[in-house]
């Protein structure tokens, strides 16, 4: 490999290289580098060699990677390999094999950094390749994003384009081929880009054009016409109806037929067309089905006019066969042309119809044979009785498609139908256009009627028409018979035969195409027999008739009907001798008047005649003036008679009459000058007629090849001016106007017989010649400069003239120099009157004739141009001043600039410039001011009409600015003689550049036209900067010039069409190549004028702040390094002014949230703003100031940023409501923006309202609704509301917040909100919405007491990682989970959310390295929430479904326990041991709030016993017995297997051990000993132990009630294990106060005076009705032998997260631990297993198990699994249909089975994850067992606890009243010290899945110190957490309204105690304080927001 560093750098040459591509990425030619050097001091250049190449993979040392299809610039060559780079990557250089590589040659444009590399090929090419690169990439987007449609045509497109393109290489194409290709490929390619959303191409001749080779306006003529051509394609005015008969269908044919198809206009009851013939056979399709030309036709040449709903398409079939339908065949063998049925169809229904629609035409058949020749009359005008259908399933099949545009398009376009072949059908008649060169010679004859006699027959005559056609010799002419077209001509026609009918009507057309040679001397003969129906079945001649084509004169035989003789004839052979019968009179037109006898003659035949022919002529005037030689004496006649000719006549004729009228000129020109003139003039304004235009080229064919007058130009020129002498005498202009119109031809025939006299005499007579020119234009120039009134003759006859003068220049020109014609020009049109009236036609004639001007060839020529100039643009002037003809104007001026070259260096062109911009700079400025602000509102037309001339009007400023250089720029601004002046002319330049740039200023793929506008745009702003500066600077400073030029630079900067970034790669760099990065160049700019504005700067602060700071949100990073230090200048500045820049701080963050919520800005920003400023503020004074409003404004960044991401999701989700949340909280509490505080507000509150967050919504809107008072200030508009008061914004609010808290049935803040609304329509009185917020308050009260509500779960969520947003960044937080959302399914929504995050797999907090990491974790487990609202949870009476709301709203605090095991583990009683570490977690904001979740903002860690968890848990299981054993009395369970399973899974298990193992541990000496406080706890176990043996003997006896006959073995079983139970604890009997205590209400006694009820404390006790209870019951259904240790056992397995059905959970050792991480309960209503009765062994647990049993606690309340690994879901579980009336609906908990949500729990008071009840009426709640009171507890201070009491019970209690036992006093004792109880609510700490104790109070608590408060006390209590802790900000509870004292209603009131009921123990936790204890630590740590300012909200 040869040494790369070159010694020389000479010699570089362009190549261009690249490798071939085999699919759309065709090779992109576009150049490159090629340095060729073979050895060190030799270099050569490279040649061309095509080969074919291959991917290099680039594996040797410094080698370059290269595919198929990429781009290579050379830069050397050595010894066969290159070194290069690919275009693509040109950063990368290296080195690769020559034999890869095909070279092409190039040129270099642009040479330097930015230079381009053009290919030496066709532009097409590549045009081609680089486009079908775009294509490429786009294509695959397609498929991605499903657009299957638009993928299939692209990729068929691309593969044609690719076909094409091999042709176009190869090379081998005609010319014409090679025209037809690039059209084709040029209309796919524009196809393409506009259906893929890409850029316009401006094209000339199918080649891109380079916008800097042709002026502005040139291109937006090219841009305009592409448009126009691609949007409004023009109507066509030619229409072909395309026929292909199919077949006929019918069920009784059997004969051949015959059809003919031929388009009729009922209007006028004619045909407008010949006939197509088509043949059928026997079965009813075509005889010839391989000729299509015999099926299909196209009737050619219909106009628009044919186009209505009364022209029809005719078909008429005809059968060939016997006489009579039903004849037998033996009857005759002769065949017969017979009417068999007719069909029409409307033209107007296949203009909607689809295309090429197959149709089914109806048949019709007449009643009567003579109605036959007008059946398609009567169908069409639906004369029914005349017609019926040929037969119920009889139907015509064809193919009908109207085709539009010329028949040469057709071809092109329906290459298949002319192919396949088609036959023509003409118009009867020439087209409306008739082309010169045309051929026809058409005789079409019609057979009307015929009238005959019987000839001595008793009936009438079956009459039949032979028709010949016979030449001059008598000979038939074989072949010019046709019948129509489809078939070709034969030697005769036979007419059908109508029976027995002597006055027979045919109407059957024939066509006779005899060549014009063949007319003279031939005729048509018509033979008449009549066709016999007897056997023979002969034809016999009785008569014929003739009629000859043409006249002795030549003339042909005259179009009409004609009536002929029928001579009497019974032999064929009178018929041979043709010479003796056409002596005969042939018409009764022509017999000669003394001929009566054949005149009186019955018998006649009718026919009608029509010729169509471009060479005979029926006239016979023409022919007389053609024949003037032969008649001399008529010449006169014949040239009056000429203008009453027929035009299509004279242009048949064209060259001889011409010939003939400058014949009869140069014989007579004295005497028939002036008529030969006249009629020079009538035919040369004939031919301006549409319908003969095309023979205009004809004539000028004429005038240069034929025209032999030279001496006609002398008579000519005479007789022109003496028209011209007589224009103001005359009183008719009509005529001499007719003569001006003429002028063109005139002047055309003057000036070749001036050449040719001149070519024949040597040049003779010149002077003459010119003497008599300068008179004629003498005369013109007079009579063109008389002024008349506005409408005057004259006037229109000066226009008539001024519109064909321009035609004239031409001819001129080819006689006289440039110089003098422009001279000529410029005097006639100076000679025109200056001042017209408003209303003068003739103003808009001068444009016109100024733009001819300009667009002819006399203008091109620079020496006529400066002649010219001036008078053009001082009519210009004069019409834009006055806002007159603007589009023309507009047409004018692009003209003109249009030839203006800037790389011209004529001094002419500069003075031409000079003279533009003199004349127009200022009025085109103000003419494109006065258009952009004119009311666009008119119609469409108007609109686009303006938007048209404001298009052509900036392309002529846009091309006057190019055109400009230096000296031109320092002569406009010298022009200004005042700064006024120049300071309006900046304005209004300024003002149009904004309007260019304006998105709607071009179409939206006019990307070329806008680039062109920018380069302009910034060259001239760089010009004009130092006129700024010079003139508007320091002591004439003017704001409003500078504004401008700030405003205009920065719109400029933020155009779509610069954001480069948004480009594709090849069309970025094809720009950057062209113009360079222009938003740099005018950032730069800007820098530099605001660097020279110095103190004047603070006129623009802060107003430039937020467009300066949209200029530094682009993303280009130079632009941005050049913007940012504008705003460190800012601050300094109005540090300066006012000593702080909360100006600029408060504009920044104005803007900063409008621009990046509209996309703008990214994290690089950020760190750009940040990195620049703080370097930029490092000497300044104000650092520390400024460090912080840096600080501000990157943290509002990284908000904006976060929230703008989060928006770009679909759904709403929990991301983005945080992202908003944290915005919101920005705003209130660090920036006190009240206005965005608000905006955001609305925001979440529209996110909450689509997520169907009801209740979140409403809290939301509350922040809006306390920023509000109870006033009539008027609030101005914002958002959707409308100005209104303040008052009745926020009574607005009121209902919506009050509406949505009832949707979200969150009605106890409803509630509190309605109060409010009522107070306030009371205290004005207005009693009829009192009314109404009475009735919704007492709407929702119903609905707290009947409607069911769910209890969300509450899951703990941790955002750990650098790749989370920063508001989640590192954070944990707490989310109140969706209805029914358990936490396998909040786990899964979260890793939606997050789909790159990963899930941590314990419920350890993580170390710094997960805090660091560049990636996502998320740690996810379920919580258990702390009410705070403990005197509603804890007083009795209160019904479930009130209590369900406090116990999961305006929630604080959640926990969360995970087990461990504390010094040496017992393996044969681990329980001794087992810990559970509990944690509290603490938010920022109460749940619910105004997002679902909300960020922890305290941790708290606690451990709890061994011991304490054992009572827990015994507790829980006791609760849970008392509940079901209630249910099970009040009929509330459908059957009564919960009870027994949860029964038999107690006994079972303590008679195998379950409460033997907490006696193993706890009652032994050692521990008493070891534990010397713990005396109190097991004081406390033990009670609880005899307490649950007391409930256990009551539920067995409801049990032994309800039991089923099936199951009383089960029963009898328990009863025996259940007296073993109270063995094995040494019970012989109960203690006293244990048997002295009733079964309790779990919520208390029933109140009195309502629903009374029986005694329930047997198991006799009759039914009551129940109250819903918000428990669950237990999952004890699936227990089938447990003790509590083995229940405990049971929740270690679900702490190791084994499953269920583990043999080593099954067999595991019973254990006395209490704790579970997903158990509340003892007895965990939501353990899905236990050990099977056999499992009585207590092995230790399995090592496996050890780590995650301690780690894996994540579960809330009884969750049977573990939260990081979840059980599989039991079989069990199952949705339990609900029994009938059943109203409550499963709880939302996602840690219990579906069947353990059907049953209705007991009511309690303090459990936390109780379901709300749907209970109806007034529901009790029944007793159940009660628990021993505590000792210190005096009896007498305890309140009731008798179901009911006995002075208000109807029913007598059966049970007598019990004492209490002397031992309550140490029970009592041993309980009230215990931490673990005491502190359940009083620290707020307890079991995470597990009740607190503190909830389960079924007895009210005595009125002492320790009673529970009442009413009032609630209140305190209130007060209380209200000065103690700062309320959350959002919550429904903190109003600043003062409201009246509610009294607790009577249902709600604590009954007073009874004096006559004995006392009952009360339950543990009535003993503590009435006031749950409030952490100090909480109450500091507690958020205390930043409050914004109380100045009321002005929004």
């Not at 005809?318 to 009417?339: D, F, L």
């Not at 008649?429 to 027959?457: A, C, H, Q, W």
């Not at 009121?1294 to 009605?1307: A, E, P, S, V, Y």
């Not at 740690?1419 to 999961?1448: C, E, H, M, W």
């Amino acid at each position: 490999m040869a040494d790369w560093a070159m010694p020389h750098k000479r010699g570089l040459r362009s190549k261009k290289l690249s490798l071939h591509s085999n699919l759309w990425q065709a090779p992109e030619w576009s150049g490159g580098l090629a340095h060729v050097n073979s050895e060190p001091s030799a270099y050569k250049t490279l040649c061309i060699s095509p080969a074919v190449l291959a991917s290099f993979r680039g594996t040797v040392q410094n080698g370059l990677p290269l595919e198929i299809g990429d781009t290579v610039q050379i830069l050397e060559k050595c010894e066969g390999w290159y070194r290069g780079f690919v275009l693509k990557n040109p950063n990368a250089k290296g080195i690769f094999p020559c034999s890869y590589i095909h070279l092409k040659n190039a040129h270099i444009k642009n040479k330097g950094q930015f230079e381009t590399v053009v290919p030496t090929e066709d532009s097409v090419i590549t045009e081609m390749t680089s486009t079908l690169r775009d294509w490429g990439t786009m294509w695959k987007q397609l498929y991605v994003k499903n657009e299957g449609d638009l993928f299939h045509r692209l990729w068929h497109v691309m593969n044609e384009i690719l076909d094409l393109r091999r042709q176009v290489l190869v090379g081998h194409l005609t010319h014409d081929r090679m025209r037809d290709v690039k059209q084709h490929i040029t209309a796919r390619l524009d196809w393409g880009n506009e259906q893929l959303g890409l850029d316009l191409v401006p094209r000339r001749e199918f080649s891109m054009v380079d916008p800097d080779d042709i002026s502005v306006t040139e291109l937006y003529r090219l841009m305009e016409h592409r448009h126009r051509k691609k949007e409004t394609p023009v109507p066509a005015s030619t229409h072909h109806l395309f026929v292909h008969m199919k077949s006929l269908m019918s069920s009784n044919l059997g004969e051949e037929l015959e059809v003919f198809f031929y388009i009729y206009d009922s209007r006028e009851s004619k045909p407008l067309s010949e006939r197509f013939f088509v043949k059928l056979n026997k079965n009813g399709v075509p005889k010839s089905p391989e000729k299509t030309e015999r099926q299909c036709t196209l009737f050619v040449d219909l106009g628009s006019g044919d186009l209505r709903k009364d022209v029809y398409i005719v078909v008429h079939i005809i059968r060939i066969g016997r006489m009579g339908a039903g004849e037998k065949k033996n009857t005759c063998s002769v065949q017969y042309r017979r009417p068999f049925g007719c069909a029409v169809v409307s033209i107007a229904d296949l203009l909607t119809a689809d295309s090429k629609d197959d149709h089914l035409l109806k048949v019709y058949a007449c009643n009567t044979e003579s109605d036959w020749y007008q059946i398609h009359d009567n169908i069409i005008k639906k004369v029914n009785s005349r017609y019926n259908l040929s037969g119920s399933n009889t139907g015509l099949a064809v193919a009908l498609q109207l085709l539009h545009g010329d028949i040469e398009q057709l071809r092109r376009e329906y290459m298949a139908i002319f192919t396949r072949g088609v036959s023509i059908t003409r118009k009867l008649g020439f087209s409306d256009v008739i082309m010169p060169g045309e051929m026809r010679n058409d005789l079409y004859i019609t057979l009307e009627k015929g009238e005959f006699e019987k000839g001595g027959k008793t009936v009438a005559r079956n009459v039949e028409i032979t028709v010949y056609a016979l030449d001059v010799d008598g000979q038939i002419l074989r072949g010019f018979v046709a019948a129509g077209s489809g078939e070709p001509g034969a030697d005769e026609y036979h007419s059908f035969v109508l029976y027995h009918n002597n006055s027979p009507r045919w109407t059957e057309q024939i066509k006779l195409p005899i060549p014009v040679d063949m007319f003279r001397g031939s005729h048509v003969r018509f033979e008449f027999r009549h066709c016999s129906t007897k056997d023979k079945g002969e034809k016999k001649l009785f008569g014929f008739s003739f009629v000859p084509l043409m006249q002795e004169d030549g003339r042909t035989l005259p179009d009409g009907t004609h009536e002929l003789i029928v001579h009497k004839c019974e032999e064929n052979t009178n018929l041979q001798d043709y010479a003796r019968y056409l002596k005969l009179p042939f018409s009764k037109a022509h017999l000669p008047g003394n001929n009566q006898a054949v005149k009186g003659t019955k018998e006649s035949f009718w026919i009608t005649s029509f010729l169509c022919s471009t060479k005979l002529t029926q006239n016979g005037d023409m022919l007389d003036l053609l024949k003037w030689r032969a008649h001399p004496e008529r010449i006169g006649d014949s040239l009056s008679k000429l203008k009453e000719i027929d035009g299509s006549e004279i242009v048949k004729f064209l060259q001889d009459t011409l010939d003939t009228l400058f014949g009869i000129l140069d014989e007579s020109p004295q005497r028939y000058g002036l008529k030969v003139f006249d009629c020079l003039v009538h035919i040369i304004n004939l031919l301006q007629d549409s319908k003969f235009q095309h023979f205009k080229p004809v004539m000028d064919t004429y005038i240069e090849s034929h025209f032999a007058g030279a001496l006609s130009y002398r008579d000519l020129i005479k007789v022109l001016k003496w028209y011209v002498d007589r224009i103001i005498e005359a009183e008719h202009q009509e005529h001499i106007q007719q003569v001006l119109k003429a002028t063109e031809y005139v002047f055309k025939y003057i000036v070749q017989s001036r050449r040719l006299f001149a070519l024949a005499t040597g040049g003779q007579s010149e002077e003459e010649f010119r003497c008599c020119i300068h008179e004629l234009f003498m005369s013109i120039r007079f009579f063109l400069s008389q002024e008349s009134p506005g409408n005057g003759p004259i006037t229109h006859t000066q226009a008539v003239f001024l519109r064909t003068f321009p035609a004239v220049y031409g001819e001129l020109l080819k006689l006289f120099t440039v110089k003098e014609v422009a001279t000529f020009v410029r005097e006639t049109l100076g000679s025109l009157p200056a001042t017209t009236h408003a209303d003068c036609p003739l103003e808009a004639v001068k444009l016109q004739c100024i733009a001819k001007t300009v667009e002819s060839q006399l203008y091109t020529n620079p020496e006529s141009r400066c002649i010219l100039l001036p008078v053009v643009l001082r009519l210009l002037q004069t019409h834009m001043q006055e806002q007159k003809d603007l589009v023309m104007c507009g047409h004018i001026l692009t003209s003109m600039l249009s030839l203006i070259k800037r790389d011209d260096t004529e001094p002419s062109v500069s003075e031409e410039v000079d003279l533009i911009v003199d004349s127009l700079m200022g009025v085109l400025l103000r003419t494109i001011l006065e258009i952009s602000n004119r009311p666009q509102s008119t119609g469409g037309t108007m609109r686009l009409q303006f938007q048209d001339i404001t298009g052509e009007f900036v392309a002529c400023l846009l091309a006057l600015l190019k055109q400009m250089k230096d000296k031109h720029y320092q002569q406009l601004l010298q022009s200004f003689t005042s700064k006024d002046e120049l300071r309006d002319f900046l304005l209004q330049l300024f003002t149009v550049f904004r309007i260019l740039i304006r998105p709607e200023m071009f179409p939206k793929d006019w990307t070329v036209m806008r680039l062109v506008t920018n380069n302009v745009i910034i060259t001239t702003v760089l010009y004009l900067s130092d006129a700024l500066r010079k003139n508007f600077l320091n002591d004439k400073f003017d704001y409003k010039v500078w504004d401008s030029y700030f405003y205009l630079s920065v719109i400029f900067i933020n155009q779509p069409c610069l954001q480069l970034e948004t480009f594709s790669p090849s069309k970025r760099k094809k720009i950057l190549e062209k113009y360079g990065d222009m938003r740099v160049m005018m950032g730069c700019e800007i820098f530099s004028m605001w660097q020279n504005l110095g103190e004047h700067k603070l006129n623009f602060i802060p107003a430039m702040i937020g467009p300066f700071l949209e200029v530094t949100l682009v993303p280009q990073p130079d632009l941005r390094n050049v913007m940012i230090p504008i705003f460190h200048d800012m601050m300094d500045w109005e540090q300066r002014r006012s000593g702080n820049f909360k100006q600029v701080e408060a504009k920044l963050i104005d803007k900063l949230d409008s621009l990046m919520s509209e996309g703008k800005g990214d994290e690089t920003y950020r760190e750009l703003f940040n990195s620049i400023l703080l370097k930029k503020i490092e000497r300044e004074t104000w650092r520390e100031s400024g460090i912080s409003l840096i600080a501000t404004v990157t943290r509002l960044m990284e908000r904006l940023l976060d929230y703008r991401d989060c928006m770009k999701l679909g759904e709403v989700d929990g991301k983005k409501i945080g992202c908003t949340v944290s915005l919101l909280n920005f705003y209130k509490t660090e920036l006190n923006k009240e206005e965005m505080y608000i905006r955001y507000i609305h925001k979440l509150y529209d996110l909450h309202m689509k997520a169907q967050n009801f209740t979140e919504a409403s809290y939301t809107l509350l922040l809006y609704d306390e920023l509000l008072e109870w006033s009539e200030r008027p609030l101005r508009e914002f958002l959707n509301y409308p100005m209104q008061s303040e008052w009745q914004r926020k009574e607005y609010l009121h209902l919506t917040i009050i509406q949505n808290f009832d949707r979200g049935k969150c009605w106890e803040n409803g509630i509190l909100l309605c109060r409010e609304l009522a107070d306030q329509y009371e205290s004005y009185y207005d009693f009829r919405n009192l009314s109404k917020m009475r009735m919704m308050e007492a709407s929702l009260y119903d609905k707290i007491m009947d409607q069911q509500r769910l209890e969300p779960e509450f899951f703990r969520v941790g955002f750990y990682g650098k790749k989370f947003p920063f508001f989640l960044r590192n954070k944990e937080f707490v989310c109140r989970g969706h209805d029914y959302e358990r936490l396998e399914a909040f786990q899964q929504r979260m890793l939606n959310e997050f789909p790159h995050a990963i899930a941590m797999q314990h419920a350890n907090q993580p170390d710094q390295t997960i805090y660091q990491a560049e990636a996502q974790y998320l740690q996810i487990y379920a919580v258990t929430p702390i009410p705070d609202s403990q005197d509603v949870l804890q007083r009795d009476g209160v019904p479930d479904n009130i209590k369900s709301f406090y116990k999961v709203n305006n929630i604080w605090r959640f926990r969360y326990d995970r087990p461990f095991h504390k010094g040496t583990k017992d393996k044969e009683n681990e329980f001794k041991s087992l810990w559970v570490e509990r944690t509290t977690l603490t938010l920022v904001q109460s749940l619910p709030g105004i997002s679902r979740w909300f960020e922890v903002e305290k941790r708290e860690l606690v451990e709890v016993s061994p011991l304490e968890n054992a009572i827990e848990v015994i507790e829980n299981k006791n609760l849970q017995l008392r509940t079901l054993i209630t249910q099970c009395q009040t009929r509330q369970m459908q059957n009564i297997n919960p009870l027994t399973m949860c029964l038999n899974g107690v006994i079972d298990a303590a008679v195998n051990g379950g409460l033997a193992r907490y006696q193993e541990a706890f009652f032994v000496k050692d521990y008493m000993m070891n534990h010397p406080e713990d005396g109190d706890k097991i004081g406390r176990l033990r009670e609880l132990m005899f307490e649950q043996a007391h409930i256990l003997e009551f539920g067995l006896a409801v049990h032994e009630k309800f039991v089923p006959q099936d199951m009383r073995p089960l029963h009898k079983k328990l009863v025996d294990q259940f007296h073993l139970m109270k063995s094995s604890l040494g019970i012989q009997e109960f203690p006293a106060y244990v048997r002295a205590s009733p079964i309790h209400f779990p919520n208390g006694s029933p109140r009195p005076g309502r629903n009374s009820m029986p005694n329930i404390l047997s198991p006799e006790g009759g039914r009551v009705v129940p109250r819903r209870s918000p428990l669950s019951y237990p999952a004890v259904n699936r227990y089938s032998s447990s003790s509590l240790s083995s229940q405990a056992s049971n929740e270690v397995s679900n702490i190791t997260g084994q499953s269920e059905s583990s043999d080593e959970v099954f067999n595991m050792q019973p254990s006395p631990s209490t704790s579970s991480l997903s158990s509340n309960h003892s007895a965990s209503p939501n353990v899905t297993s236990s050990a099977p009765s056999s499992a009585r062994g207590s092995p230790q647990l399995s090592e496996k198990h050890k780590h995650a049993r301690e780690n894996s606690c994540l579960s809330p309340r009884e969750r049977p699994c573990s939260a990081i690994f979840p059980n599989p879901l039991d079989p069990t579980q199952r949705t339990m249909p609900h029994p009938s009336g059943d109203a409550s609906l499963p709880r939302s908990d996602p840690n219990i089975s579906n069947p353990e949500k059907v049953v209705k729990p007991a009511p309690s008071s303090w459990s936390l994850d109780t379901p709300l009840s749907d209970s109806v009426g007034k529901l009790l709640c029944p007793p159940v067992p009660p628990r021993p009171s505590y000792s210190g507890s005096p009896a007498k201070n305890i309140r009731s606890q008798s179901p009911v009491p006995a002075s208000r019970s109807p029913q007598k209690t059966s049970a007598p009243p019990f004492t209490p036992s002397p031992t309550e006093c140490q029970s009592a004792g041993l309980v009230a010290n215990s931490p673990v109880l005491s502190g359940s609510y009083s620290s707020g700490i307890s079991s995470l899945s597990r009740c607190s104790v503190s909830e389960a109070s079924g007895t009210e608590a005595p009125p002492s110190d320790h009673a529970l408060p009442t009413s009032a006390s609630s209140g305190s209590d209130e007060l209380f957490r209200r000065e103690n802790k700062t309320p959350p900000p959002y919550s429904v509870y903190e109003r600043n309204n003062p409201r009246r004292p509610i009294p607790l209603p009577h249902s709600l009131s604590i009954p007073p105690p009874s004096a006559d009921a004995p006392p009952i123990p009360p339950k543990p936790h009535q003993l503590r304080s009435g006031k749950p204890e409030v952490d100090p630590r909480r109450l500091e740590q507690l958020p205390r927001p930043r409050p914004l300012p109380r100045k009321v909200s002005q929004l």
